[in-house]
């Protein structure tokens, strides 16, 4: 049961970490989330189905839209959320792939020679590179990081094949590595997919690489459910107890409960 697995992996993060926001979309709606401010809000749907969050994006070519979750207090986190793809939409004329990731929002960095502006995101995603496949699954190979503008690509660990209304565990952190430095790894259930390294930059004497996270689709249909966030700053939140603002005091911080084990899938 995947369910058995999230849970477990909570109760083990819970000793660890400050923090743990969930949301199971139990409760049939996505309150707290909001379209991403970095990307096209207006090319996307997204409604809550069988307790799944249901993110459709078709016709578009550029990046794609995301929605997304949490404020500046965030720091040194782990995203994790299950998902499953439904159905692949042609790519466009610009030869844009379907794709779906996960994002975590990164102050202001730097990478090589490329300084990253003010509240950009950096995301792992995976991109159909057969795009004849169609709606019989996706080959992905590795993992690709966001950094926008510029797409850069991860350590080449293999190509793997995401089947149809198969569901995945796709998973994003941050934590620090020294003075300055942050390392990003993800993974897609137990297979690693990449890791790599963004220098800080200190205002203050203090790390910036702050923010939410996001979910991510272009041209395609896919479901996502169990979102997973951990880390020092982050709230201990069910999102289906979600009444007013994710920043709360700690005093009013909600406890983490969890409904139901849902069916195997």
Not at 77 to 82: N, R, V
Not at 151 to 171: A, V
């Given at each position: 049961?995947?369910?058995?697995?999230?849970?477990?992996?909570?109760?083990?993060?819970?000793?660890?970490?400050?923090?743990?926001?969930?949301?199971?979309?139990?409760?049939?709606?996505?309150?707290?989330?909001?379209?991403?401010?970095?990307?096209?809000?207006?090319?996307?749907?997204?409604?809550?189905?069988?307790?799944?969050?249901?993110?459709?994006?078709?016709?578009?070519?550029?990046?794609?839209?995301?929605?997304?979750?949490?404020?500046?207090?965030?720091?040194?986190?782990?995203?994790?959320?299950?998902?499953?793809?439904?159905?692949?939409?042609?790519?466009?004329?610009?030869?844009?792939?379907?794709?779906?990731?996960?994002?975590?929002?990164?102050?202001?960095?730097?990478?090589?020679?490329?300084?990253?502006?003010?509240?950009?995101?950096?995301?792992?995603?995976?991109?159909?590179?057969?795009?004849?496949?169609g709606n019989d699954g996706w080959k992905?190979?590795?993992?690709?990081?966001?950094?926008?503008?510029?797409?850069?690509?991860?350590?080449?660990?293999?190509?793997?094949?995401?089947?149809?209304?198969?569901?995945?565990?796709?998973?994003?952190?941050?934590?620090?590595?020294?003075?300055?430095?942050?390392?990003?790894?993800?993974?897609?259930?137990?297979?690693?997919?990449?890791?790599?390294?963004?220098?800080?930059?200190?205002?203050?004497?203090?790390?910036?690489?702050?923010?939410?996270?996001?979910?991510?689709?272009?041209?395609?249909?896919?479901?996502?459910?169990?979102?997973?966030?951990?880390?020092?700053?982050?709230?201990?939140?069910?999102?289906?107890?979600?009444?007013?603002?994710?920043?709360?005091?700690?005093?009013?911080?909600?406890?983490?409960?969890?409904?139901?084990?849902?069916?195997?899938?």
């Amino acid at each position: 049961m995947k369910w058995i697995s999230i849970f477990l992996a909570v109760l083990i993060s819970s000793s660890l970490w400050a923090g743990t926001l969930t949301d199971d979309f139990e409760d049939g709606d996505f309150d707290g989330w909001r379209p991403s401010r970095f990307l096209f809000p207006e090319h996307a749907e997204w409604t809550v189905e069988q307790g799944e969050l249901v993110f459709t994006s078709k016709n578009f070519c550029y990046e794609g839209p995301a929605l997304g979750i949490g404020d500046e207090t965030w720091s040194d986190y782990e995203f994790s959320a299950q998902f499953s793809l439904k159905r692949t939409f042609s790519i466009c004329s610009g030869g844009w792939m379907p794709a779906l990731g996960i994002a975590i929002d990164s102050d202001v960095a730097q990478t090589g020679t490329m300084k990253l502006e003010k509240n950009q995101w950096v995301g792992v995603y995976l991109s159909n590179q057969e795009p004849h496949r169609g709606n019989d699954g996706w080959k992905t190979k590795g993992c690709e990081v966001w950094l926008p503008p510029v797409y850069q690509r991860g350590p080449d660990r293999g190509s793997f094949i995401i089947e149809p209304k198969k569901w995945y565990t796709l998973k994003i952190r941050s934590s620090p590595i020294g003075a300055i430095t942050t390392l990003y790894d993800a993974s897609i259930d137990d297979t690693p997919l990449c890791e790599f390294e963004l220098k800080t930059i200190l205002k203050e004497g203090k790390r910036l690489n702050t923010g939410g996270a996001a979910l991510y689709v272009r041209n395609a249909e896919v479901r996502f459910d169990n979102v997973v966030i951990t880390g020092e700053n982050i709230p201990n939140l069910d999102m289906n107890e979600f009444v007013s603002e994710l920043s709360v005091s700690p005093a009013a911080k909600l406890t983490t409960t969890w409904g139901e084990l849902k069916a195997n899938r």
